[in-house]
């Protein structure tokens, strides 16, 4: 088993995998480090990005790898795959051409707190395609 | 129970916890954008992240609650919360003024893959502080 001093201070790429053999995966703009979207990796689909260089995650909700953008042509690219500390988070830099939100918004971060009430959400982006166009066969 | 579509399209915040009783936050850098940790909340943490305006979060491995920068003084206060499509996962837009990683960096992903080997990280950043000095009485 790695060292802590192995973990956080070495070279070596050692991913934590959880209980469920995930990796949390913040994918952000690499242009406008905008965070688009959270999602899990398993080995395999880690394996899968880095081999091809285009976002591949597992989804937790269908049980399967899960291309990013395979129904919506809506790719990664992944342009650098950074880990934290205690590798067990990863963050993909990621050039896109196109909304990352399956709702239809850039990120899946559209909506923010108000302030005023911890209850209530408040809409601070507009949606950049109509996702029952490009979804309109498998939803 | 909240249906879909109140949640994905909805003004209503309903933060969805894991089976742990845990939600994702992801803090960023409110000013640069930089992704400085990926942590956890429990719903005790996120109130008294809403309620006191600076984040805590619920330590995993210590499995209590967790002012960040409790011990080190390095606290994040917070700008903005964010939440996601299904809302299982949050962004704190946050302003800090030191390194945010225990380990002495401002981020906790100091490292990136090599391109070249799929086994080796580079160091990509310098650090900021010297945890020894910070840490010096707790660990």
């Known amino acids: 088993m ?19 053999g995930l990796i949390t995966a913040v994918a952000q ?3 406008t480090g905008q965070i688009l979207m959270v999602a899990y990796m398993n080995r395999q689909a880690l394996d899968l990005t880095i081999q ?18 395979q129904e919506s042509g ?8 950074l880990v934290d500390c205690d590798q067990d988070c990863l963050v993909l830099k990621v050039t896109v051409d196109a909304g990352q939100c399956h709702v239809g918004y850039q990120s899946c971060f559209y909506r923010a707190l108000n302030k ?16 029952k166009e490009i979804y309109k066969k498998q939803r």
């Open 2 to 20: 790695a060292s802590k001093q192995n973990i956080e201070e070495g070279t070596e790429f050692i991913p934590k995998f959880d209980d469920n």
């Open 29 to 31: 703009d690499a242009e």
């Open 52 to 69: 091809t260089g285009y976002a591949t995650y597992f989804s937790r909700a269908r049980q399967k790898l899960w291309k990013k953008g």
């Open 74 to 81: 809506h790719l990664q690219k992944v342009e650098q795959i």
């Open 116 to 131: 005023s009430s911890d209850k209530k959400l408040e809409f601070k982006a507009e949606k950049v395609y109509n996702p």
